[in-house]
């Protein structure tokens, strides 16, 4: 493909960007390009994920972090996120949560809801800083106002759990259902475990269903392992629904 000149560059139109987009990964990804190697923040972290992600180019972690540092560099809040990650799960750079805490801390400074849910995990956990959970949930509260489902789950957890605050179940279950309908996976098994805990297990039915969409194998086998437990035959039987599917025969990919 033929590299993007400044002049097509300067000229295109939001339009045009948004449509080359959406086209093909590899003529989206020279235009993203060309675009960092011109200065441009925005197009810095995106190319960053996409090497990160191998859409439309291979998957190069080490020019993954050298792009995400760059946009983090001119206040760029995800790219500083990103970086985060990147030294938290050791993509493209050793393992180092010190660091991983330290550009999380940065991104929710710049106010990015992402980087608060992940530096009041950071502090929850004490991964890479001391432990602060009063801390911890400043942050996630700071996320949760601006509609961060995952942070409003976690702070369900809280008011479950009588961390840093007295053991609430009606808040812990508005914080679930909150998080439920926000979209997240782990909000939406704590909406319907609560809704059963009830005894409301046709309002809890439909949120289990949900789960296989966007849950993680290792969350979905710790969640089939609770209901497998329940009393209510329907609740057993989501469970079986939940269980992993046989691997369909062919060619491997």
């Known amino acids: 493909m033929e590299p993007i000149s400044r002049q097509q560059l300067n000229t295109a139109t939001a339009n045009d960007l948004a449509e080359i987009l959406r086209g093909p990964p590899e003529q989206a990804a020279a235009w ?19 090497l990160l992600d191998g859409q439309g180019l291979p998957v190069d972690r080490e020019q993954a972090v050298y792009w995400f540092k ?15 990650q990147c030294h938290h799960h050791g993509w493209g750079v050793p393992v180092n949560l010190v660091l991983a805490a330290y550009w999380y801390r940065l991104a929710a400074q710049q106010g990015l809801d992402w980087g608060m849910y992940n530096y ?5 956990l004490g991964e890479g800083v001391p432990a602060d959970r009063p801390g911890a949930l400043a942050w996630f509260e700071k996320a949760a106002a601006l509609g961060h489902a995952k942070s409003i789950n976690i702070i369900g957890g809280f008011h479950e759990d009588g ?11 508005e914080h679930y259902r909150r998080a439920a309908e926000g ?17 409301d297990i046709d309002a809890a039915l439909p949120w289990l269903d949900r789960l296989p969409g966007t849950a993680t194998p290792a969350f979905l086998a710790k969640a089939r392992a609770f209901l497998e437990q329940a009393a209510d035959a329907r609740v ?15 060619p491997a990919a």
Do not use: C, S
């Open 32 to 50: 993203v390009r060309a675009a960092a190697e011109g200065g441009v923040a925005e197009a810095q972290a995106v190319f960053g994920q996409m």
């Open 70 to 84: 760059r946009a983090a560099d001119a206040d760029h809040p995800m790219a500083m996120n990103m970086l985060g």
């Open 120 to 124: 009041a995990t950071a502090l929850a």
């Open 163 to 173: 961390w840093e605050v007295p053991v609430d179940k009606q808040q812990a279950f």
């Open 183 to 199: 979209g997240d996976f782990r909000g939406q098994f704590n909406y319907a475990r609560l809704l059963i805990e009830r005894g």
């Open 236 to 250: 057993r039987a989501k469970a079986a629904e939940l269980a992993p599917r046989p691997a369909t025969g062919g």
